[in-house]
């Protein structure tokens, strides 16, 4: 009988010890995971929302409130504050969530996904990309291709070209999809 034991004792201090290294690489995962958007050029917000829906984790410089203490509370505005409660939604019954947001200042792209251990959803994590500069390029670009349709010489070259830049936009074929 004293054997069992060990030997079950033996089972739980692995068990206890790969728990603990998962963690520690975790975390070790996400502080680089967070020293990389510091320094990142485009605005990234990312937060992690429990089963209950209380928010975990909250980093970056961008779209979420700072204050927030639950996923209702994450964004200020109410459009993107309800379609980020269904993109929650989705993730909490095991879809992957994106959608386009937009405020009066600014556009953002976002995706939800739901964390799985052991078969099991855990929570649910997000990160927003702020998109307004390609927003606004995007923009700039379909006012040119706008001016210089059927136009004349370099303009039909402007034209041509302008139309081209909005064919390759990845922005214009999220925007299509949305729409």
Same mark, same amino acid.
């Given at each position: 009988m004293q054997? $069992?034991?060990? +030997?079950?004792l033996s089972k739980l201090r692995m068990l206890v010890d790969t728990l603990s290294d998962r963690d520690i690489t975790m975390k070790r995962n996400m502080e680089m995971f967070e020293r990389f958007f510091d320094n990142f050029p485009?605005?990234?917000t990312m937060w992690t929302i429990s089963k209950e829906g209380a928010v975990i984790s909250r980093h970056g410089n961008g779209i979420i409130c700072e204050e927030a203490s639950d996923v209702d509370g994450l964004f200020g505005c109410p459009v993107i504050a309800?379609? +980020?409660?269904?993109?929650?939604e989705k993730a909490f019954? $095991?879809?992957h969530s994106n959608f386009l947001a937009k405020t009066e200042e600014n556009f953002y792209y976002v995706s939800v996904v739901p964390q799985i251990a052991d078969k099991t959803i855990k929570s649910v994590s997000g990160i927003a990309w702020d998109i307004t500069s390609n927003a606004v390029m995007l923009a700039m670009i379909e006012k040119i291709v706008e001016k210089t349709d059927g136009r004349r010489g370099d303009y039909r070259e402007i034209n041509r070209l302008a139309t081209k830049a909005i064919s390759a936009s990845r922005l214009n074929l999220l925007i299509q999809k949305e729409n």
């Amino acid at each position: 009988m004293q054997s $069992g034991n060990k +030997s079950r004792l033996s089972k739980l201090r692995m068990l206890v010890d790969t728990l603990s290294d998962r963690d520690i690489t975790m975390k070790r995962n996400m502080e680089m995971f967070e020293r990389f958007f510091d320094n990142f050029p485009i605005p990234v917000t990312m937060w992690t929302i429990s089963k209950e829906g209380a928010v975990i984790s909250r980093h970056g410089n961008g779209i979420i409130c700072e204050e927030a203490s639950d996923v209702d509370g994450l964004f200020g505005c109410p459009v993107i504050a309800e379609m +980020s409660h269904e993109a929650h939604e989705k993730a909490f019954s $095991g879809e992957h969530s994106n959608f386009l947001a937009k405020t009066e200042e600014n556009f953002y792209y976002v995706s939800v996904v739901p964390q799985i251990a052991d078969k099991t959803i855990k929570s649910v994590s997000g990160i927003a990309w702020d998109i307004t500069s390609n927003a606004v390029m995007l923009a700039m670009i379909e006012k040119i291709v706008e001016k210089t349709d059927g136009r004349r010489g370099d303009y039909r070259e402007i034209n041509r070209l302008a139309t081209k830049a909005i064919s390759a936009s990845r922005l214009n074929l999220l925007i299509q999809k949305e729409n």
